[in-house]
């Protein structure tokens, strides 16, 4: 049995969010304000299959047609509406001919907010990166189901070694990449040239160099591309500067699991890390000080963490199948659901309460228009009934007056025979 924490939740102020797992799935998960901040799926697409596990998730959660792409096992992209899940657009990436999708995964996924001027309005880019390090930049039409609008760039981010994330900026214009044997590097996107690579840290007392190898990484600000903050499998957490140099500026050690998950804060300078052993704490990197853990004790390890951009909330999920709503200031646990699967990413729609309010009205005025059309028919209908059963009734009346008379005359005439 998977430990479970008994620290009571309060309840999360009104919020949606969306997980990915290891079977495929994409469920959707709401805390509306009439349930009292209770977190409950509401809804569920997509068939269990392993061959469909979700390894990236990116959404672009506009108020006009929003976007969500997910890139699964196979090697194929899906472009989906995240407000019912309805499919828009399936992309399959054929560049590398007799490789299997297994031996060289898609490690990273991007979903690009900015609309290019040259483009038309129902179509998206997409940056991806696969675990050999080969990158790409596609821009597809949602509206041409046969092939993408122009051809892609790609372009190697590595020589060596295996890619285990990307990360872009808020401006979208510079790129993160790292991973096992693989330094962190950025590029610009817009020319695909490499601008820094991260260097090792030197060896210690004992002459002893640290493996590459980084798990996650994040920009410490959206507006910033200079500062980075990654994460690594010695259990360490380094705070990048592109413009001073390219070791790190602060190197604290967290535990002693690797750092599987790192989100930024939207303060600048807090950073929320989840490692191998369920732990989940806010560090202030500015400094390299612990702030604290969050309370209650996760019993897998955290894959992925998303920060709210509006609600002072964090969400987190990993492979104890549970999504945790924590409270930022206090890092209490709000609210927790227990999704079954193994979970590898949950990302926030901000436009929830928006959104409710449209669909809520959209299904008011559908109702309305259907109970009025039930109404109609009923009222068309229900005098040709009537009028049925009243011309039946009146002819069942006029047989039994004529049978009567008919009886009358009889009985008349036998009578008459009688006196005669």
């Given at each position: ?7 009571d ?10 997980t990915?797992d ?5 469920k959707v998960?709401?805390?509306p304000?009439?349930g ?9 697409w997509g068939?269990p ?8 998730a ?30 828009s657009r399936?992309?399959?990436d054929?560049?590398?001919a ?5 031996d060289?995964?898609?490690a990273?996924?991007h979903l690009?907010r900015r609309q ?5 309005p129902?179509?998206c880019?997409l940056l991806t ?7 790409s930049?596609?821009t597809v ?5 046969q092939?993408?609008s122009g051809?892609?760039?790609t372009?190697n981010?590595?020589?060596s070694g295996?890619?285990l ?5 808020g ?8 991973g096992?044997?693989v330094e962190v590097?950025?590029?610009d996107?817009?020319?695909?040239t490499?601008?820094?690579?991260a260097?090792p ?5 004992l ?19 200079r500062?980075v ?7 360490q957490v380094r705070l990048?500067d ?7 500026v602060v190197?604290i050690d967290?535990?002693e699991?690797p750092?599987?998950?790192v989100?930024?804060d939207?303060?600048?300078h807090?950073?929320y890390?989840?490692n ?7 560090v202030?990197?500015?400094?390299g000080k612990?702030?604290?853990?969050f309370?209650?004790k ?7 963490i998303?920060?709210h951009?509006e609600?002072?909330?964090i969400?987190s999920?990993g492979?104890?199948s ?5 409270d930022i200031?206090t ?9 079954k699967?193994h979970?590898t990413?949950?990302?926030?729609d901000?436009n929830?309460?928006e959104?409710v309010k ?5 299904l008011a005025?559908?109702?309305s228009?259907s109970?009025g059309?039930i109404?109609?028919?009923d ?9 049925k059963?009243?011309?039946s009734?009146?002819?069942e ?5 004529k049978?009567?008379k008919?009886r009358k005359n009889?009985?008349h ?6 006196d005669a």
């Open positions: 049995m998977p430990r479970t924490t008994t620290v939740c309060p309840g999360c102020p009104p919020l949606r969010a969306l990915f290891a079977l495929g799935l994409i998960i709401e805390a304000e009439k009292g901040g209770v977190a409950k799926v509401v809804e569920r068939d299959d392993a061959s469909k596990c979700v390894l990236a990116s959404m672009n959660d506009r108020k006009i047609d929003p976007l969500l792409a997910v890139a699964r096992k196979n090697g194929v992209i899906e472009i989906l509406n995240p407000l019912n899940g309805e499919l399936t992309v399959s054929f560049s590398n007799g490789v299997r999708p297994e060289d995964a898609i990273g996924l690009f290019r001027v040259e483009l038309t129902r179509s880019t990166c696969k675990t050999k390090g080969n990158a930049i596609k039409d949602l509206a041409d189901t092939g993408d051809a892609p760039k372009w981010v590595c020589g295996n890619i994330f990307s990360e872009v900026d401006s979208e214009s510079y790129a993160l990449f790292g096992k044997g590097n950025m590029w996107l817009e020319n695909c490499k601008i820094w690579t260097k840290p030197p060896a210690d007392s002459g002893i160099f640290t493996p590459t190898w980084f798990t996650s990484a994040t920009f410490l600000s959206k507006d910033d591309h500062k903050v990654a994460g690594t499998n010695n259990h990048y592109i413009s001073a140099q390219r070791r790190p190197s967290f535990r699991t750092i599987k998950a989100a930024e939207l303060d600048g807090t950073v890390i989840g191998g052993s369920g732990d989940l704490a806010s202030d990197i500015r400094t612990l702030l604290g853990c309370l209650g996760c019993s897998g390890s955290i894959r992925s998303a920060r951009p609600l002072p909330v969400a999920c492979l104890d549970y999504l945790r709503i924590w200031g890092r209490q646990l709000l609210s927790s659901v227990f999704l699967q979970l990413k949950v990302v926030f901000t929830f309460t959104e449209h669909v809520a009205a959209d005025v559908h109702e228009q109970i059309e109404e109609t028919a009222e068309t209908e229900k005098p040709a009934m009537k009028r059963k009243s011309s009734k009146e002819k009346g006029i047989k039994k007056l049978s009567k008919r009889q009985e005439d036998i009578a008459a025979a009688d």
